[in-house]
């Protein structure tokens, strides 16, 4: 109709369009939506008299103290540390995928993730307990309390950290272990295997053998007082961020693994003519290093576990330098005479070893001290590496020089560098009483605490190798530990991750060892198959 | 035809295909390749141990040109890729049956 309807036109229209069903959806659907626009006004208009409506209220006063202040800057030192810890992850990612070849590029990666992943929960549920908590009637060896975190404090001891700060600090800490024990097992561990030993460092091993250098009542921790363990000692196990507790506990498992596991198929040794197996990328290698360098200034100066030792601080970030740059320099030139050529893997282990050596003795010592003991670092990390190959062990990384031989070195070390001025960081400042001074033989002090660094050394290195040697045994001997040759010679990534690290690339190596042409690894460990190896691969 | 195949250094690639420009050939095939001859490779040094790297990175050029025009095409590549050294290279002819372009159907010298 042409007409314009009228209006009672249009309510009979109405009438008529309601008795079918389509006109009355649509006619709900309109009304629905109406009654929608008609609440969000209202709710909008609830929203902006709740912002701007109500009465003004005085703010109730509040003095601040100065407790009120030390607690959360100590807290915040301790997160940003944890932080910068946490990225260290990043460097051994790098760091291990670039010294390994590309076939197991992938493998590397993945382990790497997943054992943050495990190590965080694990730590969780049980590690931080076991590390840091009291254990009544336990004689020091390990804690009773906290498990899943429960019932525990809002601040840990005295450190007056927030509670889950330092936990999340510690977990890092824990991390960087666990990470350290694949570094020389890269290649050939299978899976399982990998989660399993994964599940023993990070839930086991670590946090029993460090709570008794870091736990309130560990054993060598409160070494050398009436009451406890050898009280004739004079003074306890000292280890400041962890060179044996992280570095040495980590390198030990390491080793264990490696022996068991046996090197890489077609791995040649040079005492027979063979080498190393070339790196597959040399810039993430040592990008990855520097990342690690990088993340030890949470490391190191985060353990003093107070900012308001602020001297401390200062201290153990510029000692850490010093060790790391002494030691880069003094591994490349200790392996300059071996093949007359400025070897990039030996520098970049040698500063990594400078750094691990300091983790230890690094609020005792003095800059000077802290060159010296790295420069003693670097060829540790040159003479280790040339040792493991000697010992026919395949350590791809070199992770066993540079975090199980230099961090013993770094223990030992306090008992000869701590330099006589400094005590502890505690949470207010530095510890100033006398008695607590940390000296060493070369400043005067004597044996003592020398003495007890090779104590809490020796057991600590060799509890954790003797346990990690037989949990690799007890693995291998479940056949879970070493991948199947099969698996290894078609490829660790597509065997265990279906998928190669470069797809896109046809990768083969430039070159072999110049005396491994018709020369077979030694045989591995038993595995499923007892096939004889072929010559090469 | 004639199929033009040159194994030569990587490093003179850039020279080779301005030569090649110069007398009127565009159209090439370029692998990256490894290969030795004469020039027996280097040692490698790793953590203290030695390598032989026999296998050399070359490039291998590939190139098909009309019959009258195969000379002009090696004489260009070799004043482009000619050092003196061991190692220069090698440059290999063969006769080509057939060769057709595959947007237009066009045959033999008009494919090229």
């Known amino acids: ?6 209006r009672i036109n249009k309510f009979a229209r109405l009438i008529e369009r309601l008795k079918q069903p389509e006109w009355r959806q649509y006619g709900a659907t309109i009304v629905a939506g109406k009654v929608t626009g008609v609440m969000l006004v209202f709710c909008v208009m609830a929203l902006v008299a709740s912002l701007v409506g109500g009465a003004a209220y005085a703010q109730t006063p509040y003095n601040v103290k100065a407790s009120d202040i030390v607690n959360p800057i100590n807290t915040l030192w301790v997160l940003v540390a944890a932080f910068l810890v946490f990225g260290m992850q990043v460097g051994f990612t790098m760091l291990e995928a670039g010294f390994c070849r590309s076939r197991e590029t992938v493998n590397v990666l993945m382990e790497c993730v997943v054992d943050t992943c495990l190590c965080g929960l694990l730590f969780y549920a049980w590690g931080f307990s076991f590390m840091f908590s009291s254990g009544a009637g336990m004689h020091g060896l390990i804690g009773t309390q906290w498990f899943f975190l429960q019932h525990a404090p809002s601040t840990y001891e005295a450190t007056g950290v927030s ?3 330092y936990w999340l600090f510690q977990f890092a800490f824990a991390d960087t272990c666990s990470t350290v024990t694949s570094g020389a097992m890269i290649g050939r561990t299978a899976w399982v295997g ?12 670590y946090p029993i053998i460090g709570h008794w250098a870091w736990g309130p009542d560990g054993l060598l921790a409160t070494m050398g007082t009436a009451g406890n363990f050898l009280p004739w000692m004079g003074t306890g196990f000292h280890d400041f961020a962890g060179s044996t507790v992280v570095h040495t506990i980590g390198g030990s498992v390491a080793l264990a693994g490696a022996i068991v596991l046996g090197p890489r198929l077609g791995r040649t040794f040079k005492r027979d003519g063979g080498g190393p197996m070339l790196p597959h990328d040399l810039t993430m290698a040592t990008a990855g290093g520097l990342i690690l360098w990088f993340g030890w200034y949470g490391f190191n100066p985060g353990s003093t576990l107070s900012a308001m030792d602020f001297n401390g601080c200062g201290r153990v970030a510029a000692n850490t330098t010093l060790a790391a740059c002494a030691g880069g320099l003094s591994a490349m030139f200790y392996g300059y005479p071996q093949t007359k050529k400025w070897d990039l893997g030996f520098t970049v282990n040698g500063f990594l070893a400078g750094l691990v050596a300091i983790t230890c003795p690094c609020y005792w010592v003095s800059p000077g001290g802290a060159i010296i003991l790295g420069l003693v670092a670097g060829v540790i990390a040159v003479a280790g590496v040339n040792f493991l190959e000697w010992l026919r062990i395949d350590d791809p990384i070199g992770a066993v020089p540079v975090h199980m031989m230099a961090g013993i070195w770094g223990t030992l070390s306090l008992g000869l560098f701590a330099c006589g001025h400094y005590a502890a960081a505690t949470p207010t400042g530095p510890d100033t009483m006398p008695g607590d001074v940390l000296t060493g033989l070369f400043y005067g002090g004597g044996i003592t605490v020398l003495r007890a660094q090779v104590v809490g050394s020796l057991i600590s290195t060799g509890a954790t190798f003797i346990v990690a040697f037989a949990m690799f045994k007890g693995l291998n001997y479940f056949r879970v530990l070493r991948l199947s040759k099969a698996g290894e010679i078609e490829g660790m990534d597509l065997h265990e991750h279906g998928v190669p690290a470069y797809p896109e690339y ?11 042409l018709g020369h077979v690894a030694p045989a591995p460990s038993p595995t499923r198959e007892d096939t004889t190896v072929g010559s090469g691969h | 035809m004639i199929k033009i195949e040159a194994i030569i250094r990587p490093n003179v690639l850039d020279a080779v295909k301005i030569q090649l420009d110069e007398i009127g050939v565009h159209g090439m095939t370029v692998h990256e390749v490894r290969g030795a001859g004469k020039q027996k490779g280097y040692t490698q040094h790793y953590r203290g141990a030695e390598y032989a790297v026999n296998l050399l990175p070359k490039i291998k050029l590939e190139v098909v040109v009309p019959n009258d025009q195969a000379e002009d095409v090696v004489d260009a590549i070799v004043s482009a890729a000619k050092t003196g050294e061991i190692g220069d290279g090698k440059i290999f002819l063969s006769k080509i049956d057939e060769a057709i372009r595959i947007r237009t159907d066009e045959r033999d010298n008009a494919a090229l």
Do not use: N, R
């Open chain 1, 1 to 6: 109709m042409l007409q314009q309807p009228t």
């Open chain 1, 163 to 165: 509670f889950l700060a």
């Open chain 1, 194 to 205: 990998d989660l399993l030993y994964s599940v023993g460092v990070s839930g086991f091993i």
């Open chain 1, 506 to 516: 046809a990768l083969i190596p430039s070159a072999v060892p110049a005396g491994a």
